[in-house]
């Protein structure tokens, strides 16, 4: 992470992320770093509290009640994982908002590392709920009848490969962030080497554009649009459930758009502005390091709403923790209250005029409603 952005007249110096040159002299940074070190931390702390409750409560509850049944299931609980040490990060980039780097060059590294891998595969993981919603849409509507070995190793090797591809992208910040003083101000920053400083930074900004916003935005939108269409064409489900079913992929669609489209749209001006070099006054540079601070805000709050958009939503997992909820306050002395369920509508569509199964195998956590 980055703490502003930054426009040099030649690479050896656009590293220096902070005061720099323009044609008028000085372009000062101070209101800039001033508004972060009051806007972030709060930013930080309100998505610190909300994401760790709810995506722990995530983790537990399928760690500990539900069986991973689908490839969803397991990318739900995987993205839990992600956003949570997505999250833990947070206190360090707010202190370094506030007071500087003060941990050193190897906490400096690991921090960033961290924070790039699991952004990344939040994304990817993203991607990857949707491709297996269309499938257990377009290929198996009837729904399975049990989970084999075999599909629980695939699903695991496609988990890894995702943290892979995630982790590889990750690397540039683990090789080149470091300690840098500029200013009287000690930050945790990347830094390149002189020679490929300008084509490394524009083909990282747009390395992630592309993996960590476009490529996950096009295969939810295919694939839901898909899964869309079959639900709508479904029989034997009542008009008003398939349209609660749409809206609750309309929902994930556009909440994965307003919150990474206005950060990517920044972090394209940056990259054309490095190769083109289109900012050339400095109040519009800063106008630029506010709208990435505020729209790298705006995209972190992604991992607070993902409990809710992927978990919450579902039938099952609202029963089990509704059951948890009700045995603790048994155990408590409390009283016990009945708990009554709305019946869930599979946008599997597994039920298409034959009846549900009660069985412990079948699969329950296909996207229920």
């Known amino acids: 992470m980055e703490d502003f952005y930054y426009h040099e007249e030649d690479d050896s110096s656009i590293n220096d992320s902070y005061d720099y040159n323009y044609d008028h002299g ?5 209101a800039v770093r001033s508004f972060g070190g009051t806007f972030l931390p709060i930013i930080y702390a309100l998505a610190l509290v909300v994401g760790l409750a709810g995506n722990t409560l995530v983790v537990v509850v399928y760690t500990s009640r539900l069986r991973l049944r689908t490839l969803t299931d397991m990318c739900i609980l995987n993205l839990a994982i992600s956003d949570l040490l997505l999250l833990l990060t947070l206190p360090f980039w707010a202190a370094d908002a506030v007071h500087g780097w ?60 995702l943290w892979a591809l995630a982790s590889f992208l990750g690397l540039p910040e683990l090789i080149f962030s470091t300690v840098k003083v500029s200013h009287h101000r000690i930050g945790c920053t990347a830094v390149y080497p ?42 034997g489900v009542r008009r008003e459930r398939k349209w609660r079913a749409l809206r609750v992929l309309l929902a994930v669609v556009a909440v994965f758009l307003l919150t990474q489209l206005p950060y990517n749209v920044v972090k394209l001006c940056r990259a054309l ?51 948890a909820a009700k045995h603790l306050g048994q155990r408590l002395g409390r009283h016990s209250r009945q708990i009554n369920e709305e019946p869930a509508v599979e946008i599997a ?19 229920t409603i």
């Open 273 to 323: 502005d490095i190769i083109y070099v289109l900012v050339t006054d400095c109040e519009v540079s800063k106008g630029l390091d506010h709208a990435r601070q505020v729209t790298e805000s705006l995209a972190l709050t992604h991992a607070c709403i993902n409990p809710v958009l992927y978990a919450f939503v579902g039938s099952s997992f609202r029963g089990h923790v509704l059951k």
């Open 26 to 30: 000085i372009c000062d940074k101070e």
């Open 194 to 235: 002189t020679i490929m400083a300008r084509p490394a930074k524009a083909a990282l900004e747009l390395l992630e554009v592309i993996l960590r916003f476009l490529l996950p935005f096009l295969v939810m939108v295919v694939c839901y649009c898909s899964v869309g269409r079959k639900l709508s064409k479904a029989v």
């Open 349 to 367: 569509l597994h039920a298409q005029n034959q009846s549900q199964s009660g069985s412990e195998d079948q699969d329950t956590s296909t996207f």
């Open 102 to 161: 003060m941990l050193g060059s190897a906490a400096c590294k690991l921090n960033s590392f961290l924070y790039s891998t699991n952004f990344s595969c939040g994304m990817l993981l993203l991607a990857c709920i949707s491709v297996d919603r269309y499938r257990a849409v377009t290929q198996n509507p009837a729904g399975r009848t049990g989970t084999t070995a075999r599909l629980r190793r695939q699903w695991i090797l496609v988990c890894v490969g």
